[in-house]
């Protein structure tokens, strides 16, 4: 949240959004990823296509074996797709590549249906 906008009015919207099932970022967030979009040199224009297909599921906390299965590739190129995301903004390792992704809205933490109980 913004200091501009009232923290309240911010944590409602946001709140009803969820409940709807929707993503809710503040206005301040659009704003900034607004201009990194505008950004020539940003992260996302540096990527190939494949690439930037491959971030958001390095983002969902996928191996290589789920990535490949999922967009219809070998391991190995999914592997090696990540190493080579990795090399351009110099990120040492996949969890950090992973936070990246998701602080850079790459990717979005998918939303995980409580553990049941059973008897």
Avoid: W
């Amino acid at each position: 949240m913004d200091k501009s906008s009232s923290a309240v009015d911010q944590l409602r919207t946001a709140l009803a959004a969820l409940a709807e099932g929707k993503n809710y970022f503040s206005p301040a967030f659009i704003a900034a990823q607004q201009g990194l979009r505008a950004n020539s040199n940003s992260f996302d224009k540096v990527l190939s296509a494949c690439k930037q297909e491959i971030l958001p599921l390095v983002g969902e906390g996928l191996s290589d074996d789920e990535i490949a299965l999922r967009i219809g590739i070998s391991a190995t190129t999914s592997q090696t797709h990540r190493r080579n995301i990795l090399q351009k903004p110099n990120i040492k390792g996949t969890p950090k590549l992973t936070a990246f992704a998701i602080s850079h809205a790459f990717a979005r933490v998918p939303s995980r249906t409580p553990f049941l109980k059973t008897n």
